[in-house]
Structures are given as C-alpha cells and as structure tokens.
C-alpha cells in the first residue's frame, strides 16, 4: 500500500512539473536561464510522473 502511494505522490509532482513546465513555456522570455528552466522543469516532470505511473502499475493490491 505504501508504494501505491508513493506512486501516486510522483505522479502528481509530475503533472505539477509538466504544467509549471508548460505555464512557463506559454509565458516567458526567450533568454536562456528560462529556457533552461522549461526544460529542466519538463525532463525532471516526466520522470517522476513515469516512475509514479509505473509504480502504480505494478503494485498489485492484497486481499485484507
């Protein structure tokens, strides 16, 4: 039980990370610093919002 909630925790830091990835995209500069914080922000995102998805996957749920 706790992995699925770890999982579901990654996830939604990851949708967090994707959006403020995406929201900053939408609204900013072109310097570099904001494109290297779009695109950190996106990487870190997807990896964490994959690795809840994963884990929520295979957790298999036990009978109580």
Known sequence: MEKRILGIILSL????GLIYAGAAFMNGDSNTRNIKMIIISAV???IF???GISL???TKDKET
Not at 13 to 16: E, H, K, N, Q
């Open 13 to 16: 830091l990851g949708i967090i």
């Open 44 to 46: 870190l995102g997807g």
């Open 49 to 51: 919002f994959m690795a």
């Open 56 to 58: 929520v996957g295979s």
